[in-house]
């Protein structure tokens, strides 16, 4: 079938399509889904490590010729037995991913791509780690949090837009901090005194408009570095995120 021109240059580059069927799902909260997929050549394409992410092509569950692309974490990864969990953020107005998730039955499949895709990796002067994550980068950021040495601290901060946000929980460390605050409230000036500890490592991934205070907060801060910062913006508000695809008949 025909993916256009979004199709041809994923090809061109060295995309290759893996198949994943669902098993099961899981509801961790009232708006965050676990799926839990059987993936049997997804390894030998990927290596998976912290914040790894999936180029997924969801079509239109209501019968149109598209196919929407949207990228998600790996939440899990169990390669011995070729199987990922990968978390969707169930939200209104839905999305083409989150419907699909919604309505996935075991036994339904996707498709996937995983070019692109690099993992977190600690950088080896690194005092600690610094993570904001909203929703949509909770999945990455406990992939990350589960890596992390049990002798370096860590602290975290949640975006809260939604009510449920509050019970998404975050993976196990022996030295974390969280820190809950609401949409909007990413200025400078509250994190100020998180940006001024030496050598710690700075992520986070969320929202466009909450990332470009977080990046300037983080430029400024004494001692940054390339090797010690990364953001990223995961989706912009009011705005859908990631392309679309034709799918025509062989």
Do not use: C
Not at 221 to 234: E, N, S
């Amino acid at each position: 079938m025909g993916r256009g021109i979004n199709g041809v240059i994923l090809k061109v580059l060295g995309a290759r399509d893996i198949t994943l069927t669902l098993q099961n799902k899981t509801e961790i909260t009232p708006s965050l889904l676990r799926l839990h997929f059987h993936a049997p050549t997804l390894f030998a394409h990927l290596s998976p490590g912290p914040a790894s992410w999936l180029r997924f092509w969801f079509p239109d569950t209501r019968g149109g010729s598209k196919e929407y692309q949207r990228a998600y974490t790996i939440a899990q990864a169990r390669p011995e037995s070729n199987e990922i969990d990968v978390d969707f953020v169930i939200h209104e107005p839905v999305g083409p991913a989150s419907e699909w998730a919604t309505l996935a039955s075991p036994g339904d499949t996707i498709t996937v791509q995983s070019l692109g895709s690099e993992p977190f990796s600690r950088a080896p002067a690194a005092n600690g780690l610094l993570l904001f994550a909203d929703a949509s980068s909770i999945p990455a950021a406990n992939s990350i949090i589960a890596q992390w040495p049990a002798t370096l601290p860590i602290t975290v901060f949640t975006e809260i837009t939604d009510e449920g946000d509050t019970l998404t929980p975050l993976a196990y460390h022996p030295q974390l901090e969280r820190h809950n605050l609401l949409h909007g409230q990413w200025a400078a000036d509250h994190l100020s005194e998180f940006f001024t500890r030496p050598g710690w490592q700075v992520w986070a991934a969320g929202e466009s408009g909450s990332m470009k205070n977080i990046r300037k907060a983080a430029k400024a801060r004494p001692g940054a570095a390339t090797v010690h910062t990364q953001i990223v913006a995961y989706w912009i508000k009011g705005k859908a995120m990631g392309t679309a695809r034709e799918v025509q008949p062989t």
